[in-house]
């Protein structure tokens, strides 16, 4: 199958929206897929950085819509931000 395979009702199919969302993701510095590849699942990610700066890893969290709501996703955040820096420090990562 060539494109984007759709999952759910939220997965995006076409290259214009992909860009989009890639960059949103940027100008946000995370990633959050809402029921995109499973339904009645969300996931937040963080990037992982190493010392050339490239993002080598990433690290998430996914749960479902019903304990992942906006307002805890919102709440949260920090906290795996900063898990995020914490291992690309670890990693030689210097944010200038």
């Not at 080598?56 to 992942?68: D, E, L, W, Y």
């Amino acid at each position: 199958m060539k494109g984007l395979p759709r999952f759910t009702d939220n997965t995006l199919t076409s290259k214009s929206d992909l860009l989009r969302e890639l960059d949103n993701v940027r100008r946000r510095g995370y990633a959050f897929d809402n029921e995109e590849c499973e339904k009645g699942a969300r996931c937040v990610a963080v990037p992982v950085r190493d010392f050339t700066r490239k993002i080598v890893a990433a690290i998430s969290v996914t749960g479902s819509i019903f304990r992942m709501t906006d307002e805890m996703v919102e709440s949260r955040l920090g906290i795996l931000a900063d898990a995020g820096r914490r291992v690309s420090k670890l990693l030689s990562y210097a944010d200038d």
